[in-house]
């Protein structure tokens, strides 16, 4: 009994820690993000939110270039409500078969962010309509 519990403890952790990748057939792949706050300029009479600069490096796993690519990042809080939407391009925005490109955009500290998801939408080779992340 105790060996099951801990095989379903770890099956549960490895599922709840697992990065926001690309879906089965999707060639561009999420292979790395970072987070760091955001430098708070002072202006006397302004209030700021603070705000995170978020950096995903993302890559393309298929076998033909992608073009035009345009990056959808959400933030979800625990129960999947949407808490934040922002759709930004990556630097470059064409990215050859093993390539790498590098999305940079601030974004609102949410403590109550819970998980992140990536919309891909591209041209070339590929179908040029949204894939969920």
Sequence with gaps: ???WCSAFLLLTFATLARPALATDG????????TR???????RPNAHHA???????????SGLR???VLRVTVEFYDFFGKILWAKSAV?????????GTATLSLST????AARRTRYRMEYGGDHAARPRPH
Excluded: C, F, W
Aim: aromatic share 2%; glycine share 2%; charged share 20%.
């Design 50 to 60: 603070p705000s995170v600069q978020h950096v995903a490096l993302l890559r393309n």
């Design 108 to 111: 609102p500290a949410l403590e």
């Design 65 to 67: 270039p992608v073009r």
């Design 26 to 33: 999707d060639p561009v792949v999420v292979v790395q993000e």
């Design 1 to 3: 009994m105790r060996y």
């Design 90 to 98: 990556p630097v470059p925005t064409r990215i050859e078969p093993g």
């Design 36 to 42: 760091t706050p955001a430098a708070v300029q002072k």
